[in-house]
């Protein structure tokens, strides 16, 4: 899957309108540029091999950790990914945490209570979280809370090793933008598999047993109906890095979604490229992860 990912990311920049070099070289350059100092961009930047050739050098680099060199920054691609990558996992991270546990709660909760007013609140709240456009949602909090009120700052990133206290009020509107679809897809889901467990035999022989409530939901209801949801889960990290793209923007965030528009903008393939390929390996180990946890969620699959 990886080695699929590096050759479509490294075709399609390249099916990029525009010459990258010109982008690279500045405006003073450009009023006295020459065919030379063109062709000697290009050589540097490896641009002048051939497409299997810049392909093969791409590769061979990563197995030795060189992810290239940004033509925009003017710096190694590994240092600025260095630096973006901890805010957008720290923003990821949040909002995946807290929407596996809102969500799966909330699901829960609305299948209990199955057409008492508990589930119409948490069926009705879902059904317009999963609708709305989270960038949208982003540019209207930032009216309301931040303009209007008052309560929140308007944009920024700060380190919690910084300021711990004005990190967590600037993480305030873009982890709720990026957890809210993930959060009601799971109090769907969530609510779904629970009503397919709660009418199976075991659980009705537990209650008949005389179980408590707490013990048969923790024990027998919640486990089984974690499943799906859990699949569900992986795929909302990969919806959440693609919504870091937008909320980043949103928010004048600097990790790694306003990294990856910048580098389009201005071409930078060798950025685009490690972006990509960093995002794609993620998604693929959260996967992974996903898959090696269904052997404890349920003792009937076994990895041979």
Request: hydrophobic share 50%.
């Amino acid at each position: 899957m990886i080695i699929i990912v590096t050759i479509i990311v490294f075709l399609a920049v390249r099916l990029l309108p525009g010459d990258p070099v010109l982008l690279y070289l500045s405006q003073e350059e450009l009023e006295m540029l020459t065919p030379e100092r063109i062709e000697q961009v290009r050589h540097e930047f490896g641009l002048d091999k051939a497409l299997h050739m810049q392909y093969f050098d791409w590769v061979s680099g990563l197995f030795h950790g060189d992810l290239g060199t940004s033509m925009f920054y003017r710096e190694p691609v590994g240092t600025l990914i260095a630096q973006r990558v901890p805010i957008t996992l720290h923003l990821g991270v949040i909002a995946l945490v807290l929407g596996a546990i809102f969500g799966i709660g909330g699901g829960l909760i609305a299948a209990l209570r199955w057409g008492k007013p508990p589930d119409t609140v948490v069926t009705s709240l879902a059904n317009i979280g999963i609708c709305i456009p989270i960038f949208w949602l982003g540019i209207l909090m930032i009216w309301l809370f931040g303009l209007q009120w008052g309560l929140l700052p308007l944009y920024g990133y700060t380190s919690p090793f910084k300021d711990f206290g004005e990190s967590s009020m600037q993480l305030i509107m873009p982890v709720f933008c990026l957890c809210i679809m993930g959060l009601a897809g799971g109090a769907r889901q969530m609510r779904s598999s629970t009503l397919e467990v709660i009418w199976q035999d075991y659980i009705r022989t537990a209650w008949a047993k005389g179980l408590r409530e707490r013990v048969i939901v923790t024990r027998h209801i919640l486990k089984n109906a974690l499943i799906p949801v859990i699949t569900l889960m992986g795929m909302m990290f990969s919806h959440i890095l693609g919504g870091t793209v937008l909320i980043e923007q949103v928010f004048n965030i600097p990790g790694m979604g306003r990294l990856s528009v910048d580098a389009v903008f201005s071409q930078d393939y060798a950025v685009i490229q490690a972006v990509v390929l960093l995002s794609a390996v993620m998604v693929v180990l959260v996967n992974l992860l996903v898959d090696i946890s269904y052997g404890w969620l349920d003792p009937r699959i076994r990895y041979g």
